[in-house]
């Protein structure tokens, strides 16, 4: 499988997802319909939205790690899916959540050769291979080097000085805003270990570094040796690389 | 005028802002043509916005204050417009901004017979004349009286220990958020003389109100003398009766 196919096979998924999800009635989107293997209820939500995506990908010789579903298959190639990103935000009408889908050549998230990551309320795509696109054109980081700047925080309990900080619900799409510099950064420490899970985040981590982004955890490490499986955990840090290492400075 | 016409015209209002701004191509959204009234540079979004605004509310006998054309004519009712709340969203297809209209049968918030606010990017619609709406269906605030609940805040800069919070950029729709109960309370205790402005909140407030909420300023003192002017500065806090009381001791 090449990225032309792994960018084709997304676009199946997303269109599949939009139409499983379009037939609930609102008051049933987030109805819960049994446990998740993340250890959190599932949504009727999550639920339709994940049957629709491996109905697709159960086509393919892959290894899908999936929120609710835990670990399918056992192809090669490791697919990180998050059928909503932002499941509070479906369910609650608020336009902003996506399907994120990483494929990589391992089960390290360092070997992804394609991140995709729509927003499925307004059709706002990102993909990257080895180039970060928005809706077919082009995506850079941001260059700026000053702390008024634009920043995603998950949670701002201190004083960093940002001009303004954002926090959406959903971290796919809101990396990707670092990704195409709408925002200047992304910083979620929550936790000892983190709180993010590689499918919410991998895809996305893919698209900001290929758009020129530094992406590391909190201490400044690397994240390409984390592993597409259901146990690990993220605290990240997205921004260009003037901004990032005043971020971890920050952070300490 | 009643609340039934107020309603109608801010519809007319809506739909000339969604003509208007429907015409700029993506680039130019936030070329800047001038400075505000408020003082901050008039980015194209709110000025094409806010010109299809008056173009309807130039019709009617009503004292208008909006952000960047200021105070315009001189009727007894007067009507606190925001043509886009949540000006950074719209400029960046983030799609979670708002139209805000507030009808008041004197220069005090306290008179308001009609609150409008429309999510432009969905098209969702909250009002209230004296019972409050979402597209059309009676909203109510939560009555949870937990901090383990979802909280908008700006900023968090404390730790406050809700569970979930947010912060998406258009205080309007987020107030709103609260009134359907979406979101257990909003807090913004930024500035202290507060920066939220007339028109970002007294529409909202005027919803949140009517779907059973209390707002007050962070000393907990009443909103209701407060005036649809320029000069007007607000801190609130909008949550229902249980929590609110809680909320004002956490700021202490």
Redesign the interface.
């Known amino acids: 499988m090449n990225s032309n196919e792994a960018l084709k096979i997304s676009r199946e998924v997303a269109i599949e997802i939009e139409r499983g999800i379009s037939k609930i009635s609102p008051d049933d989107l987030s109805s819960e319909v049994g446990m998740g293997k993340d250890g959190t209820p599932t949504k009727k939500v999550d639920k339709v939205a994940e049957d629709a995506a491996l109905s697709v990908l159960k086509d393919y010789d892959v290894t899908v790690v999936s929120e609710e579903a835990g670990v399918i298959g056992n192809g090669d190639i490791h697919v990180a899916l998050d059928p909503i990103d932002g499941t509070?935000n479906s369910a609650?009408?608020?336009?902003?959540y996506a399907v994120s889908l990483c494929f990589s050549k391992s089960n390290r998230i360092g070997d992804t050769f394609l991140g995709y990551v729509k927003?499925l309320?307004?059709g706002?795509e990102y993909w990257a291979n080895e180039t970060a696109y928005r809706d077919g054109k082009k995506i850079r980081v941001s260059d700026t080097s000053d702390f008024n700047c634009?920043a995603i925080v998950y949670?701002?309990?201190?004083?960093f000085g940002f001009r303004?900080?954002?926090?959406?619900?959903s971290a796919a799409l809101e990396i990707c805003?670092v990704a195409d510099g709408?925002f200047d950064c992304f910083i979620d420490y929550r936790g000892d270990d983190g709180l993010l899970r590689v499918y919410d985040v991998s895809a996305a981590i893919h698209i900001a570094s290929c758009a020129g982004a530094v992406v590391t955890d909190t201490e400044g490490g690397s994240v390409n040796e984390k592993h597409i499986d259901m146990s690990e955990r993220f605290r990240l840090v997205v921004a260009n690389p003037k901004l990032h290492p005043l971020l971890l400075e920050a952070l300490k």
Chains 1, 2 share one sequence.
């Open positions: 509070f609650k009408n608020i336009p902003f927003n309320a307004n706002v634009n949670y701002p309990e201190r004083k303004r900080i954002r926090i959406m619900g805003l709408t």
